[in-house]
């Protein structure tokens, strides 16, 4: 596992590099929640407002990222080296965009609206083929893959 940094200024506690490593550990965003059970697997003594805490001092410093799915009310919480997704609006399924087009875009809006860019995140909805095939079938997709 690649060793996060905590920005300068703020102390490296057990349970900040504890949040990081179970979001380095897991593929997609996890809700706040997820992370506290995750954690007490491991045996970490952390409660979910600390969770909560160290989220946005985290976000704010710019190794987290907060993101809101469509139709979900509760934020979900990833490493911003993982920020571009295609999520399936049926059964929630996440995966990882790795080769980011918006490096191609970011140069223009520099060059047009004359902004510094401090960071991005993508986020593109729609249906993976598995729920295609499902509804095409005219079967009902489940959310196993949450």
Known sequence: MKKL?????????????????????????????????????????????TIYRNLDMLQKQGLVIKAYMLNEDKA?????????????????????????????????LIEVHGFDILGHSIEVYGICPECKEKIKNDEKPSQENK
């Open 5 to 49: 940094a905590i920005p300068q200024g703020y102390k490296t506690t057990k349970q900040r590099k504890a949040i990081l490593e179970v979001l380095e550990e897991n593929i997609t965003p996890m809700h706040a929640e997820d992370i506290y059970f995750k954690l007490k697997e491991k045996g970490i003594d952390i409660s979910l407002s």
């Open 76 to 108: 979900r919480f990833g490493l911003s080296s993982k920020k571009n997704y295609l999520i399936c609006q049926e059964c929630k399924k996440i995966v990882i965009i790795d080769n980011c087009p918006f490096e191609k875009f970011k140069e223009e």
